[in-house]
């Protein structure tokens, strides 16, 4: 069983057309959610296509510094 990976690509330069090879439809120059397979690896590695910069927003997590759980001496420990 495999899993379906999908990004948000959009053309490289502006003017550039690329077609979705199933739908034959333009891809939108603000980019579109695509399967990545074989044909849009090749765009990819082209340089027709890069990645859009949207982010996942589960990707963006606040970690707590470090330093504020190494100030607190731990249960039970001897000062």
């Not at 990976?5 to 120059?29: F, S, V």
Request: with cysteine.
């Amino acid at each position: 069983m495999s899993s379906v990976i999908k990004r948000k690509i959009r053309p490289a330069k502006p003017g550039l057309t690329l077609r979705h090879p199933k739908t034959l439809q333009k891809l939108p120059a603000e980019g579109a959610l695509v399967e990545l397979n074989s044909y849009w690896r090749r765009r990819l590695r082209d340089g027709d296509a890069v990645f859009c910069e949207d982010k996942p927003q589960a990707a963006v997590v606040a970690s707590e510094p470090e330093s504020a759980s190494e100030d607190k001496p731990k249960k039970g420990a001897k000062a």
